[in-house]
């Protein structure tokens, strides 16, 4: 439900508020979402569903995030679906 609101929010301002206020109330009761762009890749946490190769992200970075994941109270209820980063290395080096 908040991934149908969060996209109706893209293109629609009432929708926008609505998605605000929903989170609003659920992060009070203990509601969080992982982080996952940027950060180390965490099996814990998140699920790779793709390897990248981008050289500016070090290894094992999650460079793109495909569906949210969330907490509820310190744990898991939702993965984070992610694209991990496994940069090109020189062949041939010694």
Same mark, same amino acid.
């Given at each position: 439900?908040?991934?149908?609101?969060?996209?109706?929010?893209? /293109?629609?301002? %009432?929708?926008?508020?609505? /998605?605000?206020?929903?989170? %609003?109330?659920?992060?009070?009761?203990?509601?969080?979402?992982?982080?996952?762009?940027?950060?180390?890749?965490?099996?814990? +946490? /998140?699920?790779?569903?793709?390897?990248?190769?981008?050289?500016?992200?070090?290894?094992?970075?999650?460079?793109?995030?495909?569906? *949210? %994941?969330?907490?509820?109270?310190? +744990?898991?209820? +939702?993965?984070?679906?992610?694209?991990?980063? *496994?940069?090109?290395?020189?062949?041939?080096? *010694?």
């Amino acid at each position: 439900m908040l991934d149908s609101l969060e996209q109706a929010a893209k /293109h629609d301002e %009432g929708q926008k508020v609505l /998605h605000m206020q929903l989170l %609003g109330v659920l992060f009070t009761e203990g509601l969080v979402p992982i982080e996952a762009v940027g950060k180390k890749f965490d099996p814990y +946490r /998140h699920e790779a569903l793709f390897q990248v190769k981008r050289d500016d992200l070090e290894e094992d970075v999650v460079a793109e995030e495909i569906q *949210k %994941g969330y907490l509820f109270n310190s +744990r898991v209820i +939702r993965f984070s679906k992610v694209a991990v980063n *496994k940069p090109l290395k020189a062949e041939g080096c *010694k």
